[in-house]
Structure formats: structure tokens, C-alpha cells
């Protein structure tokens, strides 16, 4: 089931920022997720997933 909530945001003050997707991971965050799917014997092949809270932390 989904939620039909909507969000729009235009960036107050400071516009919206755009970031690069070709790489959206830093260096080490991506070394240490895959060290740990490795330790855990997941096997992950071409795969991407993306989690989204629906609210602001």
C-alpha cells in the first residue's frame, strides 16, 4: 500500500541543491558496506536500492 502524500521543495532561502548521482556514496562509506555484505555473506550483483524516510529526521 502507498501513501498519496505529496512533498514539493523549491529550497527556501538557499535554492535546491543538486548532487551528482554517477557516485552518490563517499569512498569509505561504500568500502564499509560492502566489507560488511561480505561478512555476512550477502551477494549483491548490479543491484541498487534507495531508503527514504517519509519525514525530516
Known amino acids: 500500500m502507498t501513501n498519496n502524500?505529496?512533498?514539493?521543495?523549491?529550497g527556501?532561502?538557499?535554492g535546491a541543491?543538486?548532487?551528482n548521482m554517477d557516485?552518490?556514496?563517499c569512498?569509505?562509506?561504500r568500502k564499509h558496506y560492502l566489507k560488511q555484505q561480505r561478512d555476512m555473506m550477502?551477494?549483491?550483483k548490479g543491484m541498487l536500492f534507495i531508503?527514504?524516510?517519509?519525514d525530516p529526521f
Open 5 to 10: 502524500d505529496t512533498y514539493f521543495f523549491e
Open 12 to 14: 527556501g532561502s538557499e
Open 17 to 19: 541543491k543538486h548532487v
Open 23 to 25: 557516485d552518490p556514496y
Open 27 to 29: 569512498a569509505n562509506l
Open 42 to 44: 550477502f551477494s549483491l
Open 51 to 54: 531508503s527514504a524516510p517519509k
